[in-house]
T-cell receptor
């Protein structure tokens, strides 16, 4: 089954404790992205990757890191989480290139609470 | 930068009736794509319908259709014969076909309630 998986689905942590949210897709997609969803703001892009070892900032990258060492995986790293990073996080993937719009497939979301 | 605005934070409709969700966007581009996503309580993001800006014909998918007004930069979603399963948060989204194609720009969302 074609899918994007995220782990964990729920996480409660404390300020300053490093954490990683994993994202994996099995569709051989070049493009992957992280979004955060906050009430009244919709979804905003954090980082994206066009292919292995190619990543770039989205609209709200502060406090986050990513890496793309393998095509299928795109982990989101919070080196020192703060309460303003409490949010719902989505990973997405799609094909990319001329001939779009390729549908973005979303993971199930990760609910993060930083106390 | 492109922006997407959904001016209706909440909407409600009687089951079997028709409801229209509004979306406007701001862009200087001529080629782009527009989407409506549904987010039920499960939080999963589900693509409902898409529209290519170069196509004049409005997209339809079963009970879902759009009214795409390119000059007015408006992209509303009409749900006909509303069902209880349509209750969800709905997001309008924009994607450039050129520079900036690497991201979806989302509106704030409209929470739709279906009254039985």
């Amino acid at each position: 089954e074609a899918q994007v998986t995220q782990n964990p689905r729920y996480l409660i942590t404390v300020t300053g404790k490093k954490l990683t949210v994993t994202c994996s897709q099995n569709m051989n997609h070049e493009y992957m992205s992280w979004y955060r969803q906050d009430p009244g703001l919709g979804l905003r892009q954090i980082y994206y990757s066009m292919n292995v070892e190619v990543t770039d900032k989205g609209d709200v990258p502060e406090g986050y890191k990513v890496s793309r060492k393998e095509k299928r995986n795109f982990p989101l790293i919070l080196e020192s989480p703060s309460p303003n990073q409490t949010s719902l996080y989505f990973c997405a993937s799609s094909l990319f290139g001329a001939g779009g719009p390729y549908e973005q497939y979303f993971g199930p979301g990760t609910r993060l609470t930083v106390t | 930068a492109q922006t997407v605005t959904q001016s209706q934070p909440e909407m409600s409709v009687q089951e079997a009736e028709t409801v229209t969700l509004s979306c406007t966007y701001d862009t200087s581009e001529s080629d782009y794509y527009l989407f409506w996503y549904k987010q039920p309580p499960s939080r999963q993001m589900i693509l409902v319908i898409r529209q290519e800006a170069y196509k004049q014909q409005n997209a339809t998918e079963n009970r879902f259709s759009v009214n795409f007004q390119k000059a007015a930069k408006s992209f509303s979603l009409k749900i006909s014969d509303s069902q209880l399963g349509d209750a969800a948060m709905y997001f309008c989204a924009y994607r450039s076909a050129g520079q900036g194609a690497q991201k979806l720009v989302f509106g704030q969302g409209t929470r739709l309630t279906i009254n039985p």
